[in-house]
């Protein structure tokens, strides 16, 4: 499906996701299974309350691997079309998280096939959060002075400059990783890959990174 009609379809959600948001206030406490089975029994605000959940996580994600937001967004909508016409065949024994980012990284990757080229922009970590290997990359902090905080804007710059340099099939892997903090298991199954090999191209990426971005550092 091209991008237009997926737009089309998912504003007509958003119209409706919006007109309906008061009398959602009551999914706000339930599991995002417990908002699938709403769906499910009928109540169709319980998609614009997935929408809400996923909009904006899930464009970060697919901007990070793919360098181009508008183009995220459109990859998007694609994603919430592709849940509205399957949800009725998801697997509820599964995680929905992992579901809608399988759908959405799997558009992220089929788009990059079709490049000639692939300026992807993504953030990653540096060495010491790698240590201690437990959390997505967080580069605000409000409590930072300003020159403080000038220096992480500009270290992420040079972070985006250098993961782009990295080979293309390590990137989804460390953006679900280092930014969006999924375990290993999670992107296994995201990705299809196994978690040998899900942990052998973190390490990988992780050692050319530290390679590319040493003299920057400089």
């Not at 009398?23 to 417990?34: A, P, V």
């Not at 464009?59 to 990070?64: G, P």
């Not at 065949?89 to 000639?116: C, P, V």
Request: charged share 35%; glycine share 4%.
């Amino acid at each position: 499906m091209n991008a237009k009609p997926a737009k089309k379809i998912q504003t007509k959600t958003a119209e409706k996701a919006g007109r309906s948001r008061p009398g959602r206030l009551r999914f706000k406490d339930l599991s995002d299974s417990e908002v699938v089975q709403n769906y499910l029994d009928g109540d169709a605000r319980a998609f614009g309350e997935l929408v809400d959940r996923y909009d904006k996580r899930l464009i970060n994600f697919v901007y990070r691997t793919v360098g181009d937001r508008e183009r995220a967004q459109d990859l998007i909508q694609e994603t919430f079309v592709r849940v509205y016409r399957h949800l009725h065949r998801f697997d509820q024994t599964k995680k929905f998280s992992t579901w809608i980012y399988t759908i959405a990284g799997n558009l992220a990757k089929n788009e990059l096939r079709n490049r000639s080229r692939n300026p992807l922009v993504l953030f990653q970590t540096i060495k010491k959060n790698w240590e201690a290997d437990h959390r997505p990359l967080e580069w605000e902090d409000t409590k930072l002075r300003p020159d403080d905080l000038y220096r992480k804007r500009h270290l992420k710059e040079l972070v985006e400059k250098s993961v782009a340099e990295l080979p293309e099939h390590h990137r989804i892997v460390f953006v679900l990783r280092e930014l969006e903090g999924k375990t290993y298991e999670e992107i296994a199954d995201i990705t299809g890959c196994n978690l040998g090999t899900v942990k052998s191209r973190l390490n990988r990426a992780r050692n050319n990174f530290a390679r590319i971005i040493a003299p920057l550092l400089d």
